[in-house]
């Protein structure tokens, strides 16, 4: 049981350039999101969606775009890299509704730098 | 003002010690509270989850929960080098979305 599962670990652009941020989660969850974590910010949501077939912005959704592609994978898509997109990414899911709606698991992370 | 505020630390501490963390928080909406711990070049990782009030143990763990004064703690019993590592406090008010923390660093000194 893999849980979640996010890849690549690394990864270097140059600005401009665009990629792909792939999650995938086997807990047959129907909630999934993307975050991001900066030194000194903590963990802010870029994107998430609830079930499959819908998403929805979170507190900082500029520069990003996401498609959840089946119940199983969230991917986020950088369309031209930023400096400022330089971050640890993080994909995470939770269930739906039930006692433990609430709690989110996380992947291992993206480390994403864009020079 | 924002709607969880957790004192980002560092806090050292010498093995075998009691670490107490704490977060408060704003929106009295908030019904289910976290404590993630999220080592080094890792994912956070749930350590604690309750609902409402009160106190809930788990070996070494304590986490309580005052929505009166809007406080969440974290107490660590006899503190280990391998509890060295960044606790986040989460929230939520039932929208399956999360309000974190910034995150303690904990240093446990052996």
């Known amino acids: 049981n893999a849980g979640v599962t996010q890849t690549p670990k690394f990864q270097v652009l140059k600005t401009g350039q665009s990629m792909t941020l792939q999650c995938a989660q086997d807990?047959?969850?129907?909630?999934m999101y993307w975050y991001r974590q900066d030194p000194g910010m903590g963990l802010r949501l870029i994107y998430y969606?609830?079930?499959?077939?819908?998403?929805d912005k979170g507190e900082v959704p500029n520069g990003y775009n996401v498609s959840r592609l089946n119940k199983r994978e969230f991917s986020l898509r950088l369309e031209s890299a930023a400096p400022s997109q330089t971050s640890v990414y993080f994909c995470?899911?939770?269930?739906?509704?039930?006692?433990?709606?609430?709690?989110?698991?996380f992947g291992a992370g993206t480390r994403l730098s864009v020079l | 003002q924002k709607e969880v505020e957790q004192d980002p630390g560092p806090l050292s501490v010498p093995e075998g010690a009691i670490v107490s963390l704490n977060c408060t928080y704003s929106?009295?909406?908030?019904?289910?509270f976290m404590w993630y711990r999220q080592y080094s070049r890792k994912g956070p990782e749930l350590l604690m989850y309750?609902?409402?009030?009160g106190n809930k143990e788990d070996g070494r763990f304590t986490a309580q929960v005052d929505k009166s004064s809007k406080y969440i703690s974290l107490f660590i019993r006899d503190s280990q080098p391998s509890d060295s590592a960044t606790y986040l406090c989460?929230?939520?008010?039932?929208?399956?979305?999360?309000?974190f923390g910034k995150g303690n660093q904990v240093v446990v000194i052996p």
């Open positions: 995470a899911s939770s269930e739906f509704g039930g006692a433990n709606k609430n709690i989110q698991y």
């Open positions: 807990m047959n969850h129907n909630s």
């Open positions: 969606s609830a079930s499959e077939g819908t998403t």
């Open positions: 929106n009295s909406a908030f019904q289910y």
């Open positions: 309750t609902y409402s009030s």
């Open positions: 989460a929230m939520s008010d039932g929208n399956n979305r999360l309000a």
